[in-house]
């Protein structure tokens, strides 16, 4: 191809991706019409029927699409094929649509059937559930018939940057195995069909969920209650020292039985609580049944079936003006459960999906599980709101006045998390029971599976497009069926790698589950692949096919990995071999030193110790050189997180390009919401920070920097940051190696004077 064919190609695919359609003709034309350049001659061609279709020339469209019909490439003619068909549709449909009348927001008017249905690079798809193997293609905003909707859009998501032009067209055709439609940001779905027909699967055992949700009442309570005694101490105290001031006597009393009965009547009332909280702090309001059968038809019948059935009364239902994707539920009992849907949702999910994802949220009500995840809403919601206003007044002030609140800031934030704490595992454990319920009510597995997925591209796709997490997705969360976290990489790396490829760590790696401890959502891949067991049990194709071989894992890799809380037990058994060796000792008079081991505090020195030497013993493999000739770059990122066999502790040394995004100010002193925006997509970062430098994190926060670093392949992939440069020179250092072994040495140093003083 000549150079300048080759440009041109690549300026239309860009402008394309990027909206500007006319300047995509433009540039696609002269290719398109050019006999020599082959493939390219096709790849132009394709992009022409997506431009025109976008820019509401369905004629010009329709006509590209008869000629590729006539091409030789058998690809090409089942794409151009199903084009045609559902470009006539649409050219029938816009000539008898009407808008929709909503009351809250402009929705599209587009039927499933419409191939063009989300801007370009994003996942706000609707499906063809009737059809199969089909690449679904993005929809123009231009062609909707409201204004606010094409804003509303606008907000959703961010395309991400194009792949190379010299993608070949077979790349994004989709072939017999489930590919991504690489060339124009476009994915592609296998459309797996849903049971016509199923039996009832077999009634799962609902006595670990009780028991942990039980658990996790009992674990709030004793945080909720370790954290009172201390503020009260802390009052009592200051009290005690200031001049004329008495400490107050109530503090004294033992809070367990006020706040166990405080606790029972917050879950009572809950639901009401909780709709006055999200509704001043968020802008949830009342969402009509109608609007939402105007959305999904199947929705509407899967709740009032399901609620006939168990005797409920229709959950009320509520939506949120959030254009990230997400869903929760709330309250007490099932008849004053509510269902909370956010925009964004609504409009990235088709009809089947929303419907399976509203019958997730019955399977929370059904196994009561909601009641305690209320409650943790209802105590973490002030928190973080609190977290949020300081945060905010930290920003507006500045000098010596600027590090208590910052101080101020961190602490309240890390009760928010000391709260949240209390659920993780039950956060994690209800999705896998939500998802067998919501499959066996509707039959249709593989809907989830595209939802689910679905979901973590379109908060993926939110966050780049704020720059950060937004505090609505950090604040709730606990009860959203993803994880704003496993969408970063998840979320944006579909133009790059299969989901397969990128899920398979989760399905294949056999210590995956020892990484999901502090997570708040189990393993996406692990819960898809329940989902296709499911599918295939009831004889179904599945959405995403996975090897089944297991990947292999040296265990001497994992047994350094967890070395630290490994020395842990090891801790335990010197302290042991020390009792008996003081035992032995006594006995033949030999040495006495009851006096110091008499009260068994040595066992604290002895697992500080353990700790110390297995922190020591990882320091060098989870923090080795970093040499410019082994150094990985951005192209090479989705290897490195298809690999299923990858550890955290394998530390590969990149070097990444990109954007720096996450939330400013006091907000993020502690660097919580750091993201790498990279050609290959969203990568979370680890840093920490070191008193002293110029420059702050915060500082860099929307520019274009240079990461270097250790990436970690676990359930949430993540590098830690060895330094950040912008193009002006500006770097900060961040010195997880010094940090480790800080720890280190002060851990040996408690431990040894616990163990020699008692």
Known sequence: ??????????????????GNYQTAIAQLEPIASSQSNGTASLQAQVGLVMAYARSGEASKAIAISQNLIESNNPQVQEWATRALEHLTKRKKRDQESKNVETGF?????????????????TSTLEEQP???????????????????????????????????????????????TRTQAKLFGVIYWRQAQRAKAWQ??????????????????????????????????????TLVKLPYLEPLQFLYRDPTQPLLILLVILIGVSPWLLDMLLANLYG????????????SREAVRVLQRCCQQRHWPLPKLRILPMAAPIILTYGSLPRNARIVVSQGLLEQLADDEIAIIYATQLGHIA????????????????????????????????GIWRWPVTILASLVYGVWCLLTGTALWLSRLRLYYSDRVASEITGNPNALIRALLKIAIGIAADIQKQEQTSWQLESLNLLTPVSH?????????????????????DTANPYRQWFTINNSHPLMGDRIERLCQIARHWHLDTELHFASEPSKVRRQSFLLQIAPWLGI????????????????????????????????????????????????????????????????????????????????????????????????????????????QSSAGLVKLHHVSWLGQPVNHQDLIGRQIIVTGWFRRGATPWIDIQTLETQSGKAIHSPHPIWSTFLAVAAQAWGAYVFLTG
Not at 209 to 237: D, H, M, P, S, Y
Not at 284 to 290: A, C, G, H, L
Request: with cysteine; net charge positive.
């Open 1 to 18: 191809m000549p150079s300048h064919a080759k440009s041109s190609l690549e300026a239309g695919l860009i402008a394309l991706k990027q």
């Open 105 to 121: 927001v402009a929705f599209d008017n587009s039927t499933p059937d419409s191939p063009l249905v989300t801007p370009p690079g």
């Open 130 to 176: 009737k059809e199969k193997d089909q690449v679904i293609e993005p929809k123009s905003d231009d062609t909707s018939p409201m204004l606010p909707l094409s804003k509303l859009k606008a907000t959703i998501a961010t395309p991400p940057p194009p792949p190379p032009p010299s993608v070949p067209l077979s790349g994004f055709m989709g072939s017999v």
């Open 200 to 237: 009832p699967l077999r009634k799962p055992k609902l006595i670990p969920l009780r028991l942990l949700t039980a658990g996790t009442f009992i674990a709030l309570f004793c945080v909720i209650r370790e954290i009172l005694k201390l503020a009260f101490g802390f009052i009592n105290q």
């Open 284 to 295: 949830q309001r009342e969402f009509p049944k109608d609007v939402l059968n105007a959305h």
């Open 367 to 398: 196994h009561w599980d909601f009641a305690v995840m209320s409650l943790l809403l209802l105590v973490t919601l002030p928190t973080h709101k609190l977290y949020q206003q300081v945060s905010e007044l930290g920003g507006k002030i500045s």
């Open 485 to 505: 976290q496993q969408s970063l990489s998840l979320g944006t790396i579909a133009s790059n790698l299969s989901f397969e490829a990128f899920l398979k760590w």
């Open 569 to 676: 037990p090891l801790g335990v058994l010197f302290a042991a071999l020390v009792w008996l060796t003081w035992q032995l000792a006594f006995t033949l008079k030999f040495l006495n030193l009851k006096w110091i081991y008499e009260d068994w505090s040595f066992i604290t020195g002895c697992l500080l110790i353990g700790f110390s030497i297995g922190t020591v013993m990882r320091i060098n493999s989870f923090f080795p050189d970093i040499k410019p000739a082994t150094v990985q770059t951005d192209d090479y990122l989705p290897n490195l997180l298809a690999d299923p066999s990858a550890l955290p502790i394998d530390s590969i040394s990149v070097r990444l390009v990109g954007k720096l995004l996450g939330r400013q100010g006091t907000s993020n002193s502690l660097a919580q919401d750091l993201i790498l």
